[in-house]
């Protein structure tokens, strides 16, 4: 299973490509703007990347070469209906590993994501603030010897407020930024969650880990 980051603007392509995706149980997100792609470029660890060119704002080709520029270690396909030479140069120089030209074929797609991730990953997210650690791959949450497995979006919302310490973020700022925007849920699933974790943290003896600043949000020191 791959956690894939989709970024198209194209919402009927979006739809059979996530119905594919579900198929090969991916964990799969769509961002339909570069401004988006990147908050969640900024805030999560994707194993994948498949990225249009012609964007809304910014385009797929400043979208890579920013989070190349940032560190970033997904591998990257472009999808993109820019079939002449020049662009396909451009892409991979800006640090694409692969570059696919629209119309095309699920399966190819579907065969060379599964080769890009046979490629041995160079980096692994394991976020620490404090004796608290994250393995964002496995969703493991450590506090010195004590282990516990977070579910799915537990984790994501773990992850992202550890990646942005000593900023507060509001349920809606949550809410844009951790669930899918296609997803049925409210700022109400995000106090839910919310509870559910600090319930898992106090079983690990870190019941304040994650405060509250009434009127501004939650947050983590670090």
């Known amino acids: 299973m791959a956690k894939i980051l989709l ?5 009927e392509l979006a739809q059979r490509l996530r119905d594919w995706f579900a198929l090969e149980n991916h964990v799969f997100e769509v961002a339909s703007s570069g401004e988006d792609a990147l908050q969640m470029l900024d805030g999560f660890d994707f194993d994948v990347v498949v990225l249009d060119w012609s964007l809304p704002g910014i385009s797929g080709l400043e979208v ?4 190349r520029a940032s560190g970033g270690q997904a591998g990257i396909i472009f999808l993109t209906g820019k079939a002449d030479i020049p662009s ?5 120089d800006s640090g694409a590993d692969d570059y696919m030209t629209k119309p095309f074929d699920v399966r190819e797609l579907g065969a060379r994501i599964r080769s890009m991730l046979r490629r041995p990953r160079t980096v692994f997210s394991v976020l620490k603030i404090g004796d608290v650690e994250l393995k964002a791959e496995t969703r493991m949450l450590s506090v ?7 579910m799915p979006k537990q984790s994501a919302l773990l992850e992202y407020l550890m990646r942005h310490p000593n900023r507060p973020f509001s349920a809606k700022q949550l809410l844009d ?3 899918p925007s296609d997803a049925e849920a409210s700022e109400e699933t995000v106090r839910t969650c919310m509870k559910t974790l600090r319930h898992q943290l106090s079983a690990l003896d870190k019941k304040d880990f994650i405060k509250t600043l009434y009127g501004a949000g939650y947050l983590i020191e670090g």
């Open 88 to 92: 396909k140069g451009e892409g991979l």
């Open 64 to 67: 890579c070469r920013r989070y």
């Open 144 to 150: 010195k010897d004590k282990n516990i497995i977070l």
């Open 177 to 179: 930024s951790v669930w």
């Open 7 to 11: 970024v198209e603007d194209d919402a």
